[in-house]
């Protein structure tokens, strides 16, 4: 019996794709041929970044003064950086004893950020993830931490050269590991799928959690630097028949717009920081601001 | 005897991919992204029928490796999706042409619900989602746009074709 030309053509097709999945699927972010294809893909985040790179443009011809545009983007920088800071050192002083306080302290003054843009967006239901222009020539390495001004956005979760992929933590397959700001009860925080909700699962109904409570991140797992706020407690459902609570929390940084990122280099020795990127209160310093903290 | 050639054109097969895939990467949120469709299997599915010379299994491939590397999807996914659907239509499955317009939207809204299902399949195996009924949105959204968007690629192709003669 011969076979259709068609049918082989479909049967290797259909043999090649299964091939490039488990590939995908067994080698995560490290998949090489997936880093080169994205990256490929460069130029053409570009092309649709142009829009909005055209707004911000005629939006700085008219202001018609080159220095204005400069100090508003120094004065928009340093406002982030504070509002990071502040909330990280209020944090810690409400979650930890002394002794951790001092340890939290000696490891955040080392951290390194670096400043990243946003390329693209990919806010589905069942898949959360963002696209920045900062990769592996930049030092990004896989899981590290993404912040903004306002909380955690996410890890690192592919790699290309020029920019990586980052996952966001209301992305249903992330948890991230939280304390409760006020008590410092520990738990997992699950993300949902959605952007604004994410919850609390395994947490026994007798647990000190209420609405309003700030969930910062724990630091275990070494994944996500410790103190930084991650979300704030929404609801908490207790149902005398259910041995757990029904806790949701929505997330404080700005996962559905913003155009920059920060990414963090925790001072763990594991990771070479880009040589762009600079620690956090040398940052504040340089604005004569350090003396505030 | 005379012999009917395929029309050269393929500009406007290639000009109407970019654009879906171009509209597939756009940031969208709320309800708008809930009811859009895949743009780019649609326009597949509109070429397979009419331009099977230029839409064969080799170029949905490559657009679905194009899809996947630019919308964070995994390697492969819409690959085997586009070339899955574009061989039922070559193969003879789907005599599309000479069909009424309820048959016609048969086919297309299956493949859509294919493309639905396959997409919550791996999303499942592969990154452990839980299925949220919000995507079978996107079936609706292609039932309504469909007759547009084929509307817009005719038009596209008279274009190219009186240009041609």
């Not at chain 1, 930890?96 to 939290?104: F, G, I």
């Not at chain 1, 996410?154 to 992305?171: A, F, M, R």
């Not at chain 2, 599309?96 to 299902?117: C, G, P, Q, R, S």
């Not at chain 2, 919000?134 to 596209?156: E, R």
Request: charged fraction near 15%; charge should be neutral; hydrophobic fraction near 45%.
């Amino acid at each position: 019996m011969r076979i259709k030309p068609i049918v082989s053509q479909f049967v290797f097709l259909l043999t090649l794709s299964l091939g490039l999945i488990s590939l995908d699927y067994y080698f995560q972010g490290k998949n090489t041929l997936k880093q080169y294809l994205t990256t490929l893909a460069r130029p053409v985040y570009q092309i649709i970044d142009y829009p909005q790179q055209a707004t911000q443009w005629l939006s700085a011809w008219f202001t018609d003064r080159q220095e204005l545009t400069q100090t508003a983007q120094d004065l928009r920088l340093e406002n982030a950086l504070l509002k990071i800071k502040l909330q990280q050192l209020e944090a810690s002083l409400y979650a930890e004893n002394k002794r951790q306080a001092q340890t939290l302290a000696a490891k955040k003054f080392t951290q390194k950020i670096l400043s990243a843009n946003i390329l693209n967006v990919k806010l589905e239901r069942h898949s959360q993830k963002i696209v920045v222009d900062k990769g592996q020539k930049d030092s990004v390495y896989l899981g590290q931490p993404v912040i903004d001004q306002f909380g955690v956005i996410g890890q690192v979760t592919e790699l290309s050269v020029t920019h990586s992929i980052v996952t966001l933590i209301t992305d249903a397959s992330q948890s991230t590991p939280i304390l409760v700001k006020r008590n410092a009860l520990r738990a997992l925080l699950y993300g949902t799928g959605q952007l604004d909700k994410m919850e609390i699962k395994f947490l026994g109904a007798q647990a000190d959690i209420k609405e309003g409570d700030l969930l910062i991140s724990s630091g275990i797992g070494d994944r996500y630097p410790t103190g930084y706020p991650v979300a704030t407690v929404t609801s908490v459902n207790r149902d005398i028949n259910e041995s757990f609570l029904d806790i949701v929390a929505e997330p404080l940084a700005q996962l559905s717009h913003g155009e920059q990122v920060l990414m963090i280099w925790p001072n763990n020795n594991q990771q070479n920081p880009s040589p762009h990127a600079v620690p956090i209160e040398e940052a504040l310093s340089l604005n004569d601001i350090k003396g505030i903290f | 005897m005379s012999t009917i050639y395929p029309p050269h054109y393929s500009w406007p097969i290639y000009a109407s991919l970019s654009v879906a895939l171009f509209i597939a990467l756009m940031p969208i949120a709320g309800w708008v992204h809930d009811f859009m469709p895949n743009l780019v299997l649609m326009a597949i599915v509109y070429w397979a029928i009419y331009r099977p010379d230029v839409m064969g299994l080799g170029t949905a491939w490559v657009v679905g490796i194009i899809h996947d590397s630019l919308t964070i999807s995994m390697i492969g996914q819409h690959a085997l999706i586009y070339v899955t659907v574009v061989f039922v239509i070559n193969s003879g499955s789907v005599k599309t042409k000479n069909y009424a317009f309820l048959e016609y939207m048969t086919w297309l809204t299956l493949f859509i619900v294919f493309d639905v299902v396959m997409s919550v399949f791996f999303n499942r195996i592969f990154q452990q989602t839980e299925f949220e009924w919000q995507v079978l949105f996107s079936i609706l959204g292609g039932i309504i746009i469909w007759p547009w968007l084929y509307v817009l690629l005719n038009y596209f192709e008279n274009i190219a074709a009186e240009k041609q003669q």
